[in-house]
């Protein structure tokens, strides 16, 4: 079994695909792997579970770019998930960044980056990093969902301890996306009560029930209320 974004979860199915880890890892080690083999080769280890080996192919990669043409934007990305997964997120956001200046126009490095803001709680970074995103794909539906997420949890307590409605508009808006596109698992991943806590589970789950129409009364309702009262 995966996970949402295809790690390998299920011990018994890595012991079953163990051969081909250790296929990975030969390919890894011949002298003549280069640097689109090795970077390639990391994904196989992320998903596989082994995020320490996937970081030092990219290191490996890298450090043959280094001594040729020069980095790619392609190994640098590789290079920022392998940190992500051995949790050192600083590092990705630094690697994400440089392959972000060598690629500027991609919608994929920026999404990255909006999501790894998301994580670490700064929301006002992360609607930059989507609305970046957006600005290079417009018709990104995950995009459009980081931005609405990002956009909703600014404007709440960090901890979700108060009452505030805060921006209804946005998490209404990102509900009914994540409704009309329900093979994106990445647009129910940002509505999750884990991201939003009591205030979403508790009113658009109960009082809602995602539904178009009673989204739509409960925008009418939020705006109905003054800031000070909540929901």
Known sequence: MTDAVGYVTES???EILAPWLNLARTAAARADADAEVLRALSGVARRLGVASEALAWCEAALALEDSAAGRTASTLVMLGYAQRDTEDPAAAAATWSAAFALDPSSALIPLDLADLAFTAGDFTAAHTW????LENDPASI???????AAQYRASVSTDGSDDRAGDVDALIDLTLLAHNHPGTDY???LGCPA???HWSRGVIT???SGSPASLGRLRGESHSRSPSEGV
Do not use: I, M
């Not at 989507?130 to 995103?133: D, L, S, V």
């Open 12 to 14: 018994a199915h890595l």
């Open 195 to 197: 991201n939003f806590g």
């Open 130 to 133: 989507a609305e970046r995103t």
């Open 206 to 208: 109960r009082r809602a």
């Open 142 to 148: 995950k995009a459009r969902g980081a931005v609405l």
């Open 187 to 189: 647009l129910r991943q």
